[in-house]
C-alpha cells in the first residue's frame, strides 16, 4: 500500500483487507478445482492460484477502496473550528 494512504474496507482478522483474503480463498479453491480436474498430484495449481487471486484482491482494492490520510492537525483544527461555532 501507498504510503499516506489507508484501505477503506473492512478487515479480515483485523489485517487482511476484505478483496484480499477473499482472493487468497477463491484462488486457492480454483487451484484445488483445476488440481483434481487434471488428475495432478501436488500443490501447484493451489499455490499459484492463491498468488493469482492475492494479486487480484491487491489491485481491486489499490484502484476501488484507497483514501489518503487525513492529518491530525487537520482533524483537529475543523474540530476547533466547529467547537466554536457551537459555543456562539
Do not use: C, N
Not at 7 to 31: C, D, H, M, N
Not at 32 to 61: C, Q, R, S
Not at 69 to 78: A, L
Amino acid at each position: 500500500m501507498k504510503k499516506g494512504y489507508h484501505s477503506t474496507q473492512s478487515k479480515t482478522f483485523g489485517t487482511i483487507p476484505r478483496s484480499e483474503f477473499l482472493g487468497i480463498a477463491l484462488g486457492y479453491a480454483i487451484g484445488m478445482f483445476f488440481t483434481g480436474f487434471f488428475h495432478m498430484d501436488g500443490y501447484v495449481l493451489e499455490i499459484v492460484g492463491a498468488v493469482i487471486g492475492f494479486a487480484a484482491g491487491w489491485y481491486v482494492d489499490q484502484k476501488y477502496f484507497l483514501e489518503k490520510d487525513v492529518p491530525v492537525e487537520e482533524i483537529e483544527g475543523t474540530y476547533q473550528a466547529d467547537s466554536s461555532e457551537e459555543s456562539a
